[in-house]
């Protein structure tokens, strides 16, 4: 591989885990833009004087020693005017703001790429860019190609479970000499061998297949009922789901099925088919790591990758634990994700009784009304990432938004 320059927008799990692994690939010149408070030199003090590590459940440590690192974290917006690849590693909430920073900077072959990127990425990213006068490559992955969670921050970081494959989409400005193919070979490489970065037919059909359908239910499942008392212990999160979890797993992944099938009826030049069951889901993106395939829920409990991971919580003063209602499985994930799929939904004619019930319990906690009487309220985009938020007013627009997708 030719020289490269990536950076990588965030400063979170994600960021600690992509700036570690891909800043060992030959060639690859790796910056962290980091613009909240005083990370940057933190992170920066910390590499000095500790170095990175990258750590797998194999026991296989990736080690950068102190002085020898490969990456360096900046709050300069101005590295992204050098930059080749530019990562928003950022939760679903912080896009805008990246967006609205970088664009500006972005050279003209600049690929604008959101790992991942939730819900209706692309029609954000393009609209920003537009109103920006640009017209870069846009990618947007529908997860993380990790599940992570860095164990000394800016210094260690645990892969805890490395997916199969992850799908992605690429929509080109018209007129763009980015190939393909080639762009491809580039994630995979800055990625790992896995997971496996597959193309999607057409960006719609990965907003469909958003992550966001599996945390809101799992977290509604175990807490529509809570009686406000602490517990003694955090739960597990997805080894502790049961059948009413599965429930309304299902359940929000039939209504996106279903919303899928109405787009092929009416676009059938377009292939919206083949979002899989949740089932499927788990043994596509893990594979060997879950030991019991036969069900949903033994997917989910014997799934080594989500090896004791558990719920969020806060802490009491008396050191039990109630759940953190601020985590991003509810503020990212409902108005970056499934309010999302509820207007894609609501344009083609879906009903969605089980993501209706999901959002109005969740929207209590988030502050913003989103469904009132069983019908979406509009929202600023500032609160969400609705189509209607960005002038998409139907499903006609949505489709046609990028007119090479």
Not at 10 to 35: C, P, R, W, Y
Not at 86 to 103: D, G, M, N, R
Not at 274 to 285: E, L, R, Y
Not at 348 to 369: L, S
Request: contains cysteine.
């Amino acid at each position: 591989m030719e020289g490269l320059t990536v950076t990588i927008c965030g400063g979170g799990n994600g960021a600690h885990a992509f700036a570690g692994i891909s800043s060992l690939v030959e060639n690859a010149h790796v910056t962290v833009l980091d613009i909240f408070e005083d990370e940057a030199e933190r992170w920066n003090a910390t590499l000095v004087k500790n170095g990175f590590r990258v750590k797998y459940r194999n026991g296989e440590v990736r080690e950068q020693r102190p002085g020898e690192t490969k990456f360096s974290v900046t709050r300069d917006v101005g590295v992204i005017s050098r930059s080749d690849m530019v990562f928003s590693v950022v939760p679903a909430y912080a896009h805008e703001t990246y967006l609205k920073l970088i664009t500006p900077h972005l050279k003209e072959t600049a690929i604008v790429i959101g790992m991942p990127g939730h819900a209706g990425f692309e029609y954000q990213c393009g609209s920003i860019l537009r109103e920006n006068g640009k017209s870069n490559t846009i990618v947007a992955l529908e997860t993380l190609p990790w599940a992570c969670r860095y164990t000394k921050y800016g210094e260690e970081v645990d892969i805890v479970g490395t997916k199969e494959e992850v799908y992605c989409s690429m929509v080109n400005p018209e007129g763009s000499t980015t190939k393909k193919d080639s762009l491809m070979t580039l994630l995979q490489t800055l990625i790992e061998p896995k997971p496996v970065v597959k193309l999607c037919e057409n960006y719609v059909k990965l907003t469909l297949m958003a992550i966001s359908t599996v945390h809101p239910p799992i977290m509604y499942a175990r807490w529509k009922d809570w009686d406000g008392g602490p517990l003694e212990s955090p739960p597990l999160f997805y080894q502790g789901v049961d059948e009413t979890a599965a429930k309304y797993l299902d359940g929000v992944n039939n209504e996106v099925i279903a919303t899928a099938e109405r787009l092929s009826q009416k676009f059938p030049q377009h292939d919206f088919l083949g979002i899989p069951s949740m089932q499927d889901w788990f043994i596509h993106h893990y594979g060997d790591q879950i030991a019991d395939k036969s069900t949903l829920v033994s997917c989910l409990k014997t799934n080594s990758g989500y090896e004791g991971l558990k719920h969020p919580m806060l802490k009491t003063k008396d050191g039990k634990y109630v759940p953190d209602f601020g985590y991003r499985y509810i503020v990212e994930d409902i108005p970056y994700g499934l309010v999302v799929l509820k207007q894609i939904a609501d344009m083609v004619g879906v009903d969605t009784p089980v993501i209706n019930e999901i959002v109005e319990w969740a929207q209590e906690k988030i502050g913003v009304i989103f469904i009132q009487d069983g019908r979406m309220v509009d929202v600023e985009r500032e609160h969400a990432r609705m189509p209607k938020a960005y002038g998409i007013d139907n499903i006609d627009i949505l489709v046609s938004f990028f007119k090479s997708s």
